[in-house]
């Protein structure tokens, strides 16, 4: 049996561009891609804290060290500058790679500056 679960996520990053005439993906800064261990064409799922949209896309480069978060071509209708998005990637794991599984978590402050980055999330509480 495989299960798909979060392989990824940058946690309420700021968009930094939104351009509708441009190919059709998102630019996430790259030394986040390679933080969060998300490769260039792969596909992401991105929901828009701001406005509640969920759409698929996939990423591709920015500039290391430029903080870019630009969602590019349809999707620009989806996610303005200044909202706040979770960019998430997930891939199937087998029973043995479940056993030692972790998702690697990038959590974004104001600004799009790292915050802290984690590999659990704590669990919710009443």
Not at 49 to 60: C, K, S, W
Request: hydrophobic share 40%; proline share 2%; aromatic share 8%.
């Amino acid at each position: 049996m495989h299960a798909i679960m979060l392989k990824a996520k940058l946690h309420r990053a700021e968009v930094t561009h939104s351009v509708l005439d441009y190919e059709g993906s998102c630019a996430i800064d790259g030394e986040w891609l390679d933080l969060a261990g998300i490769r260039e064409y792969e596909q992401i799922q991105i929901y828009n804290v701001d406005n509640g949209e969920r759409f698929t896309t996939y990423a591709i480069r920015a500039e290391d060290g430029s903080k870019m978060i630009s969602v590019n071509g349809a999707a620009a209708h989806k996610a303005q500058k200044g909202d706040r998005v979770i960019i998430c990637a997930y891939a199937h794991y087998s029973e043995a790679e479940l056993a030692s599984h972790k998702p690697r978590m990038l959590y974004m402050a104001p600004g799009n500056v790292l915050s802290h980055t984690s590999n659990a999330i704590p669990v919710q509480v009443a």
